[in-house]
């Protein structure tokens, strides 16, 4: 059977990536009905290996956020949230996560589930931003649960010792009151374990990104945007390493037989920002019809952790977390970019102004411009949102997108 | 033979029929309403009696790619540059500013885009916001040049939403701002919106279909921008280009 579809030719991991996805609902399930274990829930770049490590079964609200997105039911939630209080131009990945909670819906619906898990304690991190804190909230209001949060400094220029500190410590305050949740004692061995797993997760994925390096690339953005699921939401499982295991080796063999994911890649893009989850199909067909691969992006690339190490499971794991994109400085953003440029042979740059995501908007305070003048690669920016659809004018960006396509043919 | 370009615009289509030389000789404009073939069939109804029409016509705009007969399809952004640079040679910045989009593009010494940018999805500095306001207020906006120039002191409309701008000028006119003073403010207001999309370091080309309605408008940005011109009919210059692309 044809593993192509308009132009866009399927990976076979897809059916391995179900079941791994699926295995994770379902243990998330079974906890929820046997109440056999703990569950956490905790944001997409938070301590989920000190979760997983002292026992709980992890729920990620924002990968459910994505799952509204994906399924384009988020402009039918978010108004819920916004008539609560919470304002349109918050986190879409908040106001359509609480928007469902509020109509009792839930794509895990289809997955069995009567709503959400409900969750024994919430843990965020502020890496990202300060919002899931307010988001997080809402809940342990509703369910009268704990939350705690590692405060992360945002827009860390130089990582010094004194932030890393800072943030072990608040990891390591954290463990007395997950214990108490528990009612286990933290073991530090399983920490190190659940860290070394995690750390070979990483690994893993980076390597599955960098195969995009190889022209024409066997994977694009889009791609990786439904397989990065594992290393959100298994980050530190044995499930997350076998999972990239599988698709690493399809990913080397497409480059061994020469498949490529744009079937005729002509130009190479960078993807800053978050994707447009309710647009992923058609933006797949769009570029995929126009010979271009977007083959890196900010956002796939934000989940890879290498730096965790289980010799220093505490120190490594703040490390990692404080290293993230996300949380820097646009002169450190602009040195990550510039070494990716580089890396993956980018021909242009498409910059996502979501709406509703400014950490998440690498364009708003002259960083197109600046890395322009350095190295003189072409760049777009388009608005949108990663929920929000209200947010994005698709004919707009279409023509934007096209134009930039033959711009940057027209240097070739 | 003659060759039709088709700019199928979000308010209004533009077509240009093209000699063997790539000259304009005739042109037409009519409401693009939601039919965009219905659009087309004006254009090549209006040129077609007289001239041997060479198909497939050329187009660009949000209908581009709507058409029941044989057509190219072409990005609006690349075809005005081409057009542009077949009339001045040269390196430069443009501003057009259409009903739905204002767009700035920066043209280098080959004729190449070097860059582009789009409005945000909002109605403020565009034609939309023009037609709104007139509309609001019962004036033609093809009386906007005219009033303009009977300004005697600017009124700043700050809004960036073409409904507060509403709000914002009923404001006005219970404070006594006079018609034409609210209309300089109107059009220093798609001025402030349009050139906040880059920073102006050339030769400056208006085009569009505001640049080409509204006389006023491109006198004010010749205060703000010496080295500035707007062509004449700026606003089928798209459709022109379409034509220059596959010529």
Known sequence: MSNEKNGIIKLQSVDFLRKTMGDYFNRLKDATETKNKKIAWCTSVGPAELLYSMGFEVYFPENHGAMIGASKMADKYIPSAVALGYSPDICSYLTSDIGAFLQNETPLQKSGFKSVPKPDVLVYNTNQCHEVGDWFSFYARHFNVPIFGINTPLWINELTPSIVNSVVSQFKNLVPELEKVTGQKFNIEKFRETVALSHDGCVLWRKVLETAIHKPSPINFFDATIHMGPIVVMRGTQYAVDYYKVLLAELQDRIKNGISAVPSEKLRIYWDGMPLWYKLSSMAKLFSNLDTCIVASTYCNSWIFDDLNPEDPFGSSALAYCKLFIVRSDAEKQKVLEKLMVDFSIDGIIYHDAKTCGRNSNNRFGLPTRLNNQNNIPYLEINGDLCDSRCYSEEQSIIAIETFVKQLLSRK | ?247
């Open chain 2, 1 to 247: 033979m003659y060759k039709i370009g088709i700019d199928l615009g979000s308010s209004y289509t533009k077509g240009v029929l093209i000699d063997d030389n790539h000259k304009i000789v005739d042109y037409y404009l009519t409401r693009t309403g939601f039919d965009f073939q219905k659009a087309a069939n004006k254009i090549i109804d209006k040129f077609s009696p007289n001239n041997k029409i060479l198909f497939p016509v050329y187009t660009c705009g949000y209908g581009r790619d709507e058409l029941k007969i044989p057509f190219v399809a072409n990005s609006e952004i690349m075809a005005l540059s081409k057009a542009v640079f077949a009339i001045y040679k040269k390196k430069c910045s443009v501003i057009d500013i259409g009903g739905q989009d204002t767009k700035y593009i920066k043209i280098n010494d080959l004729g190449q885009v070097d860059k582009f940018k789009m409005n945000r999805k909002c109605a403020a500095g565009t034609g939309s916001f023009i037609e709104e306001l007139a509309f609001r207020m019962d004036v033609s906006p093809l009386e906007f040049s005219n009033y303009a120039k009977q300004a005697t002191e600017e009124v700043r409309i700050n809004s960036y939403c073409t409904v507060f701008a509403i709000s914002e000028i009923i404001g006005m006119v219970k404070k006594g701002a006079t018609l034409p003073n609210i209309i300089m403010g109107i059009y220093n207001s798609v001025i402030a919106r349009s050139i906040e999309l880059s920073p102006i370091e050339d030769f400056l080309v208006l085009t569009g279909g505001i640049p080409a309605n509204h006389s006023f408008m491109i006198k004010l940005f010749q205060k703000k921008f010496v080295n500035c011109e707007s062509p004449e009919n700026s606003q089928f210059l798209a459709a022109w280009g379409c034509v220059l692309l596959n010529s």
